[in-house]
């Protein structure tokens, strides 16, 4: 089996998503290196990563680089001390980053507002992703879904779906990023306005009009995504500034960490803008 195999069958419990990210990561890394991961020694792994640009790119080409070596029953101990250094680096990037955000970013009224500018100029695609973002924080990929009519047509755990019956809209995740620690997760959605625009999105559909076709390239769901938010700003963006806005609303927050499928933890670290 090859290197590329092992590390395939070790994560084949992950989310679609994560494997790719292992893959590419792994890629690159075996590119760096001009040979497979195992049969580099651990400080020529090191002095490849301290070379790249940003902490982000060392934290994810270490991880691989222990993974591959732990599979191989090989001794990571530097990279490991080297990784717990570099996640004291990426918070204090973090604190950087919401220090410029804390000027930059629109506000939370600013979104809602955008919001419901969509519906009144009948954008009903558009208006459907940032409603989603605000009310339920999901990431891109959670916006990738069958539009169906029927209960029957939601079997497939390997998708997502967005359900649309007579009086109501139920929203199923089967595919996100933490699916596998978190599960299916399933909301009930009843608000007129998104109702209409779901009802409206599914018929433009059935005509194979272009406005039908929720997400034209699934490829490229993030720029899409980003397309149809306030500014361009991104799911990412949308999330911080639903945190700060509820920052101070303990039961909100628990709402939103079990609405995307995130720890409380990471939360605050990674998107609470006022962390510094």
Same mark, same amino acid.
């Given at each position: 089996?090859?290197?590329?195999? $092992? !590390?395939?069958?070790? *994560?084949?419990?992950?989310?679609? @998503?994560? +494997? /790719?990210?292992?893959?590419?990561?792994?890629?690159? #890394?075996?590119?760096?290196?001009?040979?497979?991961?195992?049969?580099?020694?651990?400080? $020529? !792994?090191?002095?490849? *990563?301290?070379?790249?640009?940003? @902490?982000? +790119? /060392?934290?994810?080409?270490?991880?691989?680089?222990? #993974?591959?070596?732990?599979?191989?029953?090989?001794?990571?101990?530097?990279?490991?001390?080297?990784?717990?250094?570099?996640?004291?680096?990426?918070?204090?990037?973090?604190?950087?980053?919401?220090?410029?955000?804390?000027?930059? #970013?629109?506000?939370?009224?600013?979104?809602?507002?955008?919001?419901?500018?969509?519906?009144?100029?009948?954008?009903?695609?558009?208006?459907?992703?940032?409603?989603?973002?605000?009310?339920?924080?999901?990431?891109?990929?959670? #916006?990738?879904?069958?539009?169906?009519?029927?209960?029957?047509?939601?079997?497939?755990?390997?998708?997502?779906?967005?359900?649309?019956?007579?009086?109501?809209?139920?929203?199923?995740?089967?595919?996100?990023?933490?699916?596998?620690?978190?599960?299916?997760?399933?909301?009930?959605?009843?608000?007129?306005?998104?109702?209409?625009?779901?009802?409206?999105?599914?018929?433009?559909?059935?005509?194979?009009?272009?406005?039908?076709?929720?997400?034209?390239?699934?490829?490229?769901?993030?720029?899409?995504?980003?397309?149809?938010?306030?500014?361009?700003?991104?799911?990412?963006?949308?999330?911080?500034?639903?945190?700060?806005?509820?920052?101070?609303?303990?039961?909100?927050?628990?709402?939103?960490?079990?609405?995307?499928?995130?720890?409380?933890?990471?939360?605050?670290?990674?998107?609470?803008?006022?962390?510094?």
């Amino acid at each position: 089996m090859s290197e590329l195999d $092992k !590390l395939n069958d070790s *994560v084949k419990d992950k989310s679609v @998503n994560t +494997q /790719k990210s292992y893959k590419t990561q792994y890629n690159k #890394l075996v590119k760096l290196l001009g040979k497979p991961v195992s049969e580099t020694s651990e400080k $020529k !792994l090191i002095e490849i *990563v301290l070379e790249q640009p940003n @902490n982000n +790119q /060392k934290q994810a080409l270490i991880n691989i680089g222990i #993974l591959i070596r732990r599979l191989y029953e090989l001794s990571s101990t530097k990279l490991e001390a080297l990784r717990e250094k570099l996640k004291e680096n990426l918070k204090e990037d973090v604190k950087e980053k919401n220090s410029v955000l804390q000027d930059t #970013l629109p506000s939370y009224d600013d979104i809602v507002e955008y919001t419901e500018n969509l519906w009144d100029k009948m954008e009903w695609r558009d208006y459907i992703i940032n409603y989603l973002l605000i009310n339920y924080q999901v990431r891109n990929q959670d #916006l990738v879904f069958d539009l169906v009519n029927l209960k029957r047509q939601t079997k497939d755990d390997s998708k997502n779906y967005m359900w649309l019956s007579p009086k109501k809209v139920v929203y199923i995740r089967n595919v996100y990023k933490t699916a596998n620690k978190y599960g299916k997760k399933v909301v009930t959605i009843t608000d007129p306005k998104f109702l209409l625009a779901v009802k409206r999105v599914y018929a433009c559909n059935k005509r194979d009009e272009e406005s039908g076709v929720f997400i034209p390239t699934l490829s490229q769901v993030g720029y899409y995504i980003m397309k149809a938010t306030y500014k361009q700003i991104g799911e990412g963006a949308y999330l911080k500034i639903i945190i700060k806005h509820h920052r101070k609303d303990f039961s909100k927050l628990t709402e939103i960490s079990e609405n995307r499928g995130t720890s409380m933890k990471t939360l605050g670290e990674s998107y609470d803008i006022e962390n510094l």
